[in-house]
């Protein structure tokens, strides 16, 4: 693994607009940044790929045992929403993608600094953009990154198991999570689902036919929506979500894994695993990242080394319950620490992403960076 550094290509905002990637600058910074690459073999792919296959495997198992043994308190989910959430479970009710964020040197195992299995972005930058940045500036090499492909597959797959059409659901005003909706809009009338587009203040319910409805007062048979489950059972409408005969991708039980008390739990079973760092409900001997169980883009981060705290993020989630995880560096190349996000679709690894900072806390605006495999 090394970060190679080299002029962008002349064009590359006409380029990446071209794709319909808007938000390539932030508040007048460079969000995709193409000034230079990673790079990685096939080995140190094959590892990333396998550490996320064993990971996604032990979260579903976390599941499980979130429902057999009754833990929903560690959660902080609400009473009445805990039968919805082992229905959903138990009726296996799928899920299309979620995204492992990864600490990787390429000189020891990845490790899991947490898992954003509910309303993961930076997928169309991950499997559009740096991908045609790729074919233009590498053409014979290659990158892990079937994201597209695989997308497309699982559209397919639920089409085939009964889903004809479905609603995707944003944040209107929100640039970067209407170019992800619009993307994964765009894979799913591929797989051949009728697709239509639905801001979150537009949807409603309607009891009598114990429906959520759209625009014009449709029934919304399946929604796919780039909204926080944490937040929608926090919504007024909430109540409603018990009685509804609407389908929800990504489904409840993913709940339980969009939440950083996931960690504690991984770590008390599994905790010989080499992708794992020591998690506890206290702060530990060792250096550690306090985080709160239900936090966004780098907020309410704290960053403790030797007693003294190295860095520490405001943010909206003060008031959650924390969980402390042991602190390991991040890979840092020519003053920049990289995270590496690790995609599943389905249940299978396939694509790769990278965000840099000069900070050690990632943020929503730290830079994405693309990526090759060479050797």
Known sequence: MRRVTAPPRENWRRDVEALGFTYHTIDGDVYWDEAGWYEFSLAEIEEIETATNTLHEMCLQAVQVVLDEDRFDEFRIPPEFRDW????????????????????DGRTPPKMLEYNADTPTALFEAAVVQWQWLESVHPGLDQF???????????????????????????????????????????????????????????????????????????????????????????????HLLNSTTQWIEPPWKMLLSNKALLVLLWELFPDCEYLLPAAWEPLAVDYVRKPILSREGSNIQLVRRGMVLQETEGPYADQPEVYQAFHPLAVFEGRHAVLGSWIIGDTACGLGLREDVNPITHNTSRFVPHLIRG
């Open 145 to 239: 990154n079937s994201l597209h492909e695989q997308l497309i597959e699982a559209w397919k797959y639920l089409r085939e198991h009964g889903l004809m059409r479905m609603s995707f659901a944003a944040t209107e005003g929100h640039e970067e999570d209407f170019g992800n909706i619009t993307y994964l809009r765009d894979t799913a009338s591929q797989g051949g689902i009728v697709t239509e587009y639905l801001d979150m203040s537009a949807i409603g319910f309607d009891s009598k036919r114990r429906t959520f409805v759209g625009t014009g007062g449709g029934a919304i048979d399946c929604l796919f929506k780039l909204y926080p489950w944490e937040w929608i059972i926090g919504e007024e409408f909430s109540s």
């Open 85 to 104: 959430i082992r229905g959903s479970w138990d009726n296996d009710e799928p899920t299309v993608y979620g995204r492992f964020d990864l600490a990787y």
